[in-house]
């Protein structure tokens, strides 16, 4: 479709030679696009070759990552049950298959949301004490790159550095962990330095070419004088367990994003964090959120789940939290059985309902 077309227009640029920080899409508007993604597809490319395989292995090892980095996220934070139960929803959900098939730089940010979040609970102690083996000055020059190379990939990266920022903000502010500004605030300050090197050209590209940079295309086109606020909203979270994307290239035609009882699921997920907001493992995915959904919500053509894909992650968590809630609260053995019965039943469910839209309705239509 068209967006992969321009994606491999800007692929063949790079492999000719043409290396720029925003390049420009010659659209009436003057649009650019950053090149981070299109340069690994360059490099792939450049030693299998530029046919189908070589344009979509990116987006193949970007959706299988994401998959490891929620499942490791999802397990420090709660627990090896909401661990597999995000992992699982990913795994069958149908949106995120088609990012993982497509020509799309969006499938990266899936991946660097929970790897941002990951490496931030890794470092700052969240929930869990640190692996004794994986020492904190890479952890934080890991957290320091992502947070740098995020700029060249989306504008949505602007969001991701606001709740990174928000959150450590928040964890030196909290009076209970007296002793982790003695242990971070150097780690800390070598982050930022490594995020400052690695932006400077960003920051230089876009003083320049402002009609390029991405703070110029992060709302996508909306428009508060051409669409209705509340009518946007509420598309878009209907998108979510009623009616979603239209957008072939996105979706099956009306498929939403998760089945209406994960949507229940969601919800309880949600309420519970939001209730415990005070514990830093439940404060770091509701930041994420908050900074995260104007983005997805105010789109031109909600529900877009191209623009909900950096809140996969965090879909997937909340019905981790909400699974494991559930589970836990069940006094009897009995019960727990049942709850398992359940559990298997909704992934049954979701399997056959992907199977059947990815390998028959989908390609019919």
């Given at each position: ?120 609970a ?24 992502m ?16 709740f990174?920022?928000l ?54 086109g ?58 830093s ?45 559930i ?25 056959q ?13």
């Amino acid at each position: 479709h068209a967006e992969e077309i321009t994606d491999i227009r800007v692929t063949e640029r790079i492999r000719l030679g043409t290396i720029e920080v925003f390049y420009d899409l010659q659209s009436t508007e003057g649009e650019g696009r950053e090149g981070l993604y299109h340069t690994g597809t360059a490099l792939v490319t450049a030693f299998i070759g530029n046919g189908p395989l070589g344009y979509h292995l990116i987006s193949v090892w970007a959706s299988l990552l994401t998959l490891a980095v929620v499942y490791a996220l999802v397990m420090r934070l709660y627990g090896p049950l909401a661990g597999i139960t995000a992992l699982a929803l990913l795994v069958f959900n149908l949106p995120f298959i088609l990012a993982g098939r497509m020509v799309s730089r969006e499938i990266l940010l899936p991946g660097l949301v929970a790897g941002v979040m990951l490496v931030l609970a890794r470092g700052l102690s969240v929930y869990r004490e640190p692996h004794p083996t994986l020492p904190l000055n890479t952890v934080f020059a890991v957290l320091g790159l992502m947070l740098g190379a995020g700029f060249y990939l989306h504008p949505i990266h602007f969001f991701i550095l606001l709740f990174a920022i928000l959150f450590i903000i928040l964890r030196l502010s909290s009076r209970r962990n007296l002793r982790l500004p003695e242990q971070s605030l150097p780690y800390l300050r070598f982050s930022l330095v490594v995020l400052i090197i690695i932006v400077m050209p960003y920051l230089v590209s876009s003083i320049r070419l402002p009609e390029l940079s991405g703070i110029q295309r992060l709302w996508g086109g909306y428009s508060l004088t051409e669409h209705s606020l509340p009518g946007s909203i509420l598309s878009s979270l209907g998108g979510l367990i009623f009616l979603g994307d239209s957008n072939p290239a996105h979706n099956l035609a009306g498929r939403p994003l998760i089945d209406l009882f994960s949507g229940m699921v969601l919800i309880i997920g949600v309420l519970i964090a939001a209730r415990d907001a005070r514990q830093s493992r439940h404060a770091l995915p509701l930041l994420a959120t908050v900074c995260l959904l104007p983005a997805a919500l105010l789109s031109p053509d909600s529900p877009d789940f191209q623009r909900m894909l950096p809140l996969l992650p965090l879909i997937a968590l909340y019905v981790g939290l909400g699974v494991q809630s559930i589970y836990q609260s069940i006094p009897s053995r009995l019960g727990k059985v049942a709850g398992w019965v359940a559990i298997i039943g909704l992934l049954a469910f979701n399997v056959q309902w992907s199977v059947r839209d990815l390998f028959e309705t989908w390609p019919n239509q």
